[in-house]
């Protein structure tokens, strides 16, 4: 800031006038709320540029008009269902209103960020965890509109509010995992009775449609033969059906008690031939 004093060249003359006129610069981004005799000047907050100011009868105080942001610390926060949480945040906020700033609080910027303390445990005070969890933006954006309503008079505009991190008790991290755990296990555990169920139910259609043809059966044989034989085994089990084998047997069987019924009659003809000869 740029000071600059303008003085008459008869000032140290007894018998002269002087005028003495101080230049202030602020910047763009700046105001000047100007006193005069410890009243507000008429005309409103001075800047961007020069102005001018008496001494030792003006007097100003230079407001930041740019947006700030600061970290709300970490709140012990006892939610509806008797969890203790910690909870921090950032809120961005920005003057909208230099001369209100500075005539109606104090200091305008500490008492933003005690009211954003006493915000975020005013309202996280009246949701569960589980909200507090799931329901974050919700949260951010009214802990938002309470802090603009209530700094609104302090010509401040808060413009962003952001829950950074939920801290929960260790105990509590265990219990909530061992309980996700246990879900995670029951849901996989309806979903294996489930898949069980469905794949007895293809059983059970299947075996009804290889009862109803019997050669149905077969090309099922020689399908698992072809895929047996695909993965280059040297022992291949090929199961065969019953109804083959019991005819294997019956013809084995009917062979073998053909013979012994020649015999018997070749020799009852013999025994015949004889008896004849002795007559």
Sequence with gaps: MAVFCIVSKDMFTPTSTSLC?????????ERAVMFRLGRIKM??????????????VDDYKVVDMRTISFDVPPQEILTKDSVTVAVDAVVYYRVFNATISVTNVEDSNRSTRLLAQTTLRNVLGTKNLSQV?????????????????????????????????????????RAMAAEAEA???????VIAAEGEQSAARALKEAADVINSS????????????NTIAAEKNSTIIFPLPMDL???????????????????????????????????
Excluded at 23 to 28: D, H, R, S, T
Excluded at 183 to 189: D, G, I, P, T, W
Excluded at 218 to 224: E, F
């Design 21 to 29: 006129v101080c230049i202030k610069v602020v910047q763009e981004y």
């Design 43 to 56: 005309g409103g907050a001075k800047g961007p540029g020069l102005f001018f100011i008496l001494p030792c």
């Design 133 to 173: 969890l799931i329901e974050r933006e919700e949260i951010s954006h009214s802990m938002q509109l309470n802090l603009d309503e209530a700094t609104d008079p302090w010509g401040i505009k808060v413009e962003r509010v952001e829950i950074k991190d939920v801290r929960l008790p260790v105990m509590l991290q």
């Design 183 to 189: 879900s995670r296990e029951a849901k996989a555990k």
């Design 214 to 225: 019997p050669s149905a059966l077969q090309l099922r044989y020689l399908q698992t033969l």
């Design 245 to 279: 084998l019991g005819k294997v047997t019956g013809s084995r069987r009917s062979r073998s008690s053909s013979p012994n019924t020649l015999d018997l009659s070749v020799s009852s003809a013999r025994k015949e031939s004889k008896q004849s000869d002795y007559s």
